[in-house]
């Protein structure tokens, strides 16, 4: 039987972020101690080395699909974090979004008049550039920066500070500033709404902004990162 060679071309690689779902899905095991190897030198079940991850022996077998090391490809695990915490990478993003969207409903702080003027824009550029520029985007996002009240449900807006490394703090006027916890900004990044995000230039089914704020942690599979047993 002769064999059919098919050549595809790629047209475009998309990045995104992964949910808390997403890496508990993947999952094969919960990581809950920092321990790897016992005083036998046996990996430690729920361990940074737990054998479900996979296996760098020749002679053992992966603890999740059974395999010797050369054919394992091996797994993730994941580790449960006590509290939120703010992905140092994603902080500019994470500014902006607060100052652009409503402290109290989530809502982009731009009439509605305006957003039906500007996804007008949008449409039109794509049928002459196939795509959004990043400029139109940039655009969007310092008009919304610009809203004091809320257009849809009237609250007052306030100056959001940003310190280095993820630090945020709400100015509120004579009452001072209040700093917001990783949750609090989370429950705040949860209520923008899909539409609102794609006004921004984000995509909520590949990139919601509260995935930023990390819950979960995944762990890559043992192969990727071999440790050296001590005697």
């Known amino acids: 039987m002769s064999e059919i060679e098919i050549n595809k071309t790629l047209d475009e690689i998309v990045f995104g972020i992964l949910s808390p779902q997403e890496i508990r899905k993947m999952s094969v095991v919960e990581i809950r101690t920092a321990d790897t190897y016992d005083e036998d030198g046996a ?37 449960e974090l006590a509290v939120p915490v703010i992905h140092v990478e994603f902080t500019k993003i994470i500014h902006d979004l607060l100052e652009a969207t409503c402290r109290n409903c989530g809502r982009i702080l731009i009439p509605e008049d305006k957003i039906k003027e500007i996804k007008k824009r949008m449409e039109r550029a794509v049928e002459l550039l196939g795509e959004v520029p990043q400029s ?24 959001i500070e940003f310190h280095k490394p993820t630090i945020f703090y709400e100015v509120m006027g004579s009452e001072g500033a209040q ?12 209520r ?26 995944p762990v890559p599979p043992v192969y990727v990162r071999p440790s050296i047993t001590l005697e």
């Open 43 to 79: 990996p430690i079940p729920s361990g940074l080395m737990d054998s479900r991850l996979g296996t760098l022996e020749p002679r053992q077998r992966c603890a999740t699909c059974g395999n010797t090391a050369v054919r394992c490809p091996g797994h993730f695990g994941h580790i």
């Open 136 to 159: 139109l985007y940039k655009s969007v996002l310092a008009e919304s920066k610009k809203g004091k009240r809320c257009p849809y449900c009237d609250a007052p807006q306030y100056k």
């Open 179 to 190: 700093r917001l916890t990783p949750s609090m900004i989370r429950e705040r990044l949860e």
């Open 192 to 217: 923008i709404p899909d539409d609102d995000l794609r006004l921004l230039g984000l995509d909520p089914e590949r990139a919601r902004p509260e995935w930023m704020i990390l819950q979960v942690l």
